[in-house]
Nanobody
Framework: QVQVAESGGGLVQPGGSLRLSCVGS????????VSWVRQAPGEELEWVSG????????FYAASLKDRFTISRIKGQDTVYLQMDNLKPEDTAMYYC????????????????????????WGQGTQVTVSS
């Protein structure tokens, strides 16, 4: 079974940047698309971004695509989320999730995010944007 682990969160001032990493283990990780999902305190899960298994296409929530960049190198076990010009409203726990059969287009269209949509989740990495 594939497992994932996130890192790279922390405290950053508004306007700053962070790069999150998601490391996958298990022989099948490279065959799965990967999503980043976040959850702010007291809020529902929010799909942030996704990338194909081969890295050939990237997908973003409309409100974030100008500031966030997802990437992976084909054949490697790490997916990155570069976050620039961070805002206080980006404060959340960020999760890496994989092994889903749901097309990325559905989340872009506003599909309600539930953990059961993915076969594997990480423990999350906290991002706090504050001055």
């Amino acid at each position: 079974q594939v497992q994932v682990a996130e890192s790279g969160g922390g405290l950053v001032q508004p306007g700053g940047s962070l790069r999150l990493s998601c490391v996958g283990s298990g022989s099948t990780f490279r065959h799965y698309g990967v999503s980043w999902v976040r959850q702010a305190p007291g809020e529902e899960l929010e799909w942030v971004s996704g990338i194909y298994a081969d890295g050939s296409q990237q997908f973003y929530a409309a409100s974030l695509k100008d500031r966030f960049t997802i990437s992976r190198i084909k054949g490697q076990d790490t997916v990155y989320l570069q976050m620039d010009n961070l805002k206080p409203e980006d404060t959340a726990m960020y999760y890496c999730a994989t092994a889903s059969k749901v097309p990325f287009s559905e989340w872009i269209a506003g599909r309600v995010v539930t953990r059961s949509d993915w076969g594997s989740w990480g423990q999350g990495t906290q991002v706090t944007v504050s001055s």
